[in-house]
C-alpha cells in the first residue's frame, strides 16, 4: 500500500450477496481500508446511516439488494454528502436517468478499480 498521511480510509460495503461481500471485505481490509458492513438491505444501510455520524469515504452500493432497489440509500447517501458508487451489471442506459451520473463498478468488481476510486495503488 503507498505510504499515506491521512487516516484510513473507511468504506461501507453494502452487498447482498455474502460471497462477494466477503471478498471484497478481505481484499479492502488487506489493503489498510477500515470496512463498515458488509450490509444486504436497504433496511439495514439506511439504519445503519441513522445511526452513525461517523465520516464514510466511499459507500460500494449493489444496485438490487435482496430483490429491492437500492436507490432509496443512494438518497441517503447524496443527502449526507457521502461518495458512492453503484456495483452492478446493469447497462449505463438501465439506471434511473437521476443516477446515471454516479459512477458504476461493472460485476464482478476488481480491488484494483476499487482503490483507483479510492485514491490508493495497488502497489503493497
Known amino acids: 500500500m503507498s505510504e499515506k498521511t491521512s487516516p484510513r480510509?473507511?468504506?461501507?460495503v453494502v452487498e447482498d450477496e455474502l460471497l462477494i461481500a466477503e471478498c471484497l471485505l478481505g481484499?479492502?481490509?488487506?489493503?489498510?481500508?477500515?470496512?463498515?458492513?458488509?450490509?444486504?438491505?436497504?433496511?439495514?444501510v439506511l439504519k445503519l446511516l441513522a445511526e452513525n455520524d461517523s465520516p464514510i469515504d466511499l459507500t460500494l452500493l449493489d444496485v438490487n439488494l435482496r430483490g429491492e432497489p437500492a436507490f432509496?440509500?443512494?438518497?441517503a447517501l447524496r443527502a449526507r454528502r457521502i461518495p458512492f458508487v453503484f456495483?452492478?451489471?446493469y447497462s449505463e442506459s438501465a439506471m434511473p436517468p437521476r443516477y446515471?451520473?454516479?459512477p458504476r463498478l461493472?460485476?464482478?468488481v476488481a480491488t484494483e478499480d476499487i482503490l483507483r476510486v479510492l485514491g490508493l495503488t495497488a502497489a503493497r
Open 100 to 102: 446515471r451520473d454516479v
Open 87 to 89: 456495483m452492478t451489471g
Open 72 to 75: 432509496p440509500v443512494a438518497e
Open 106 to 108: 461493472e460485476k464482478p
Open 9 to 12: 480510509p473507511r468504506v461501507l
Open 27 to 44: 481484499n479492502l481490509q488487506d489493503y489498510g481500508v477500515d470496512v463498515l458492513g458488509p450490509l444486504g438491505t436497504v433496511r439495514d
